[in-house]
């Protein structure tokens, strides 16, 4: 067969005239090239017979992105008719087809929603404006991810390979002028182009909340992002000037405008107020239920969609309020209405899920542990395979750890601290939720007790646990089947397996990579830079980390899984944090003689490993 297409091209190559070969220049637009530019060069021209002739003989081996380019007839498969329509292509028989792609400069940016619950509408009394936004109730939501901005014309070109918009001339103005059903076929070809699961069937739209890929956001999802943990008016206050900083309205030029120009809310999403409405998935209804509701959708049926946040001609009190609802029909397209997308399954009216602690499988391996002068003498060590969370323990984590010991009575609570009630740490202070860093109100533990349970300041959720001493980080891991680290682990898993100075994608240290020396001057939420060849977040920076070890100095024998010394005053801590410097981020660095089991501090947290032989055991 390979033999039979290589003397078919050869054939047509000798009577083909050069001089009848067309060369096809792709669009400058770095999102776009063309079906059949194979090797990308930016032209689809003779060489990419041969890069064809490769992937025919070879089609396993190839990328999918390349796959698709070669696929010229759509087919789902690359074979010889393919071939034949890149040599259509070549004489001039036949125009190749521009494909569209999400590249780096035209993401789309996706802020995590931490799960939690709020009171949904409005009381005012202006029936107007918003009799369809009471009563006020309370809607608990699981988390999940928003895109940070309403998708932008470039974006929306990208995956569907047109721009309807009235506004043009800048395309990263949001895209208008959509339906909601053009809106539901964004999602699902984004959601092809992930490579994830659609959301919608297409013959009914009806949207399947269980599956992982890209959809419109519920109602309640977008009032609860919106206000982002505010109950005024707008998340930036009550005022027209607190509106003014947030979005665009009917002050501004009778356009749109760029997304992202104004002052984001507390979860880092911009023009949620205004610009354009955005489509919800949920069909409109003219009442709400004072009843509380969990992960609600909406009513099965209607005649409209909702419609959510303003836009650029909206009054400021009324239109923009975080709260307002309306509702049109979803073959409906103006040049006032765009959309913003989400990423979260659920069960709808399910409540929401454990705080999940995600695991990455460490392959065993050795390693030179240490480095000159910063961890001496520099030794070989073999570590077992294990598991890591790949993110440090967050707070959200660890609030639910806390409400679940203290109802089964292994912890004691007071207004400030916990302290173990049972077992080995029993007497032993586990978190200090009264810590606060020099006065600083960014700088604290976000954990607070209220006499009864526990809960994370809006916002907080998924930045890492801090004031919490090494007893607290033992007792959490050890009541979820997991560990501390042992130094070693850490290290070895830092490093990346490529003996990596520190632990991030590629061994060095920058702003844009670790989160130390003060430059964001606090936590910031797990996973927030690159991640580290292993998989793993944050092992440089962000804050110290527990590791179960007694600290003590080395030697240079060869050493395998070393746990530490049986006995000492001090735990090994490691990382760096936030406001360290650079040497105290690196993969070998020990923070010096260890620190008291007790210590709690604004740049101490923990993550938690689970070794190879639980799995054995557990399944003997």
């Not at 069937?201 to 919106?226: H, I, M, Q, V």
Request: aromatic share 14%; proline share 5%.
């Amino acid at each position: 067969m390979r033999k039979a297409i290589l003397l078919l091209v050869l054939f047509i190559l000798i009577i083909l005239p050069v001089s009848s070969v067309s060369f096809y220049q792709a669009p400058a637009a770095a999102s776009s090239t063309y079906r059949g530019d194979i090797n990308e060069d930016g032209q689809v021209n003779i060489f990419d017979l041969l890069e064809m002739l490769k992937v025919l003989a070879d089609p396993e081996g190839q990328l999918e992105r390349t796959m698709q380019i070669a696929d010229i007839d759509e087919s789902g498969a690359v074979n010889i008719f393919d071939l034949l329509g890149l040599l259509k292509v070549l004489s001039g028989a036949e125009e190749p087809e521009e494909i569209f792609w999400i590249t780096a400069n035209q993401g789309i940016d996706m802020v995590s929603i931490p799960s939690g619950s709020f009171q949904m509408g409005t009381n005012d009394t202006d029936d107007d404006h918003f009799e369809h936004s009471r009563p006020v109730h309370t809607v608990t939501l699981d988390g999940f991810q928003m895109s940070q901005t309403e998708i932008t014309q470039a974006q929306y070109n990208a995956v569907m390979g047109s721009n309807p918009s009235y506004f043009t001339g800048d395309d990263s103005r949001p895209v208008e002028y959509v339906t909601w059903y053009d809106a539901v076929a964004f999602c699902n070809k984004l959601s092809e182009v992930a490579g994830l699961e659609p959301c919608y069937n297409l013959s009914n739209f009806e949207c399947d909340f269980t599956k992982n890929g890209f959809r419109l956001p519920t109602e309640a999802e977008w009032e609860y992002s919106c206000r982002a943990g505010t109950t005024t008016r707008f998340y930036t206050g009550d005022s027209e000037s607190d509106l003014d900083r947030a979005g665009w309205y009917y002050t501004s030029e009778h356009t749109t405008h760029p997304v992202g120009q104004k002052e984001p809310n507390a979860w880092g999403l911009y023009d949620m107020h205004n610009n354009v409405y955005e489509w919800c998935n949920d069909w409109f209804s003219e009442y709400y239920t004072s009843e509380s509701q969990v992960n609600p959708t909406g009513p099965d049926s209607g005649s409209g969609r909702v419609l959510r946040g303003g836009d650029w001609g909206g009054g400021a009190y009324y239109l923009c309020h975080s709260a307002r609802r309306v509702g049109d029909a979803p073959d409906t397209s103006y040049y006032n209405i765009g959309f913003r997308v989400v990423r979260g399954s659920f069960v709808p009216g399910t409540p929401p899920q454990a705080q999940e602690i995600t695991m990455v499988s460490i392959p065993g391996g050795t390693f030179q542990m240490g480095q000159t002068e910063v961890a001496i003498p520099v030794h070989t060590v073999t570590i077992s395979a294990f598991q890591m969370s790949r993110y440090e323990i967050t707070n959200a984590q660890y609030a639910e750890y806390l409400n679940a010991a203290l109802n089964a009575g292994e912890i004691t609570a007071t207004s400030d601290s916990v302290t173990g009630a049972t077992g080995d740490y029993s007497g032993h202070m586990y978190i200090d939720y009264s810590g606060i860093y020099d006065f600083d109100t960014i700088n604290k533990c976000w954990i607070s007790y209220d006499g009864s349970m526990f809960n994370v300041e809006t916002g907080k959720e998924n930045w890492p646990v801090v004031y919490v001493s090494w007893y607290g980080a033992k007792a959490f891991a050890e009541y979820y089947g997991f560990d501390l680290p042992t130094e070693a682990e850490w290290e070895y898993a830092c490093r990346g397996g490529k003996q990596y100075e520190y632990g991030t994608d590629d061994g060095t240290i920058s702003s844009a990579k670790v989160n130390y020396a003060g430059n964001v001057y606090h936590t910031t939420d797990v996973g927030s830079y690159p991640v580290n060849p292993f998989g793993l977040y944050d092992m440089s920076g962000n804050v110290w980390e527990w590791c179960n070890d007694w600290y003590e100095s080395y030697n240079s024998e060869s050493q395998t899984n070393p746990t530490g010394p049986e006995s000492g005053s001090k735990r090994v801590i490691r990382g760096g944090s936030w406001g360290t410097r650079a040497s105290s981020c690196r993969s070998a660095n020990r923070h010096p003689y260890g620190v008291g089991p007790l210590t709690s501090g604004i740049g101490l947290g923990f993550r938690v490993v689970r070794r190879v032989s639980f799995f054995q055991n557990f399944s003997n």
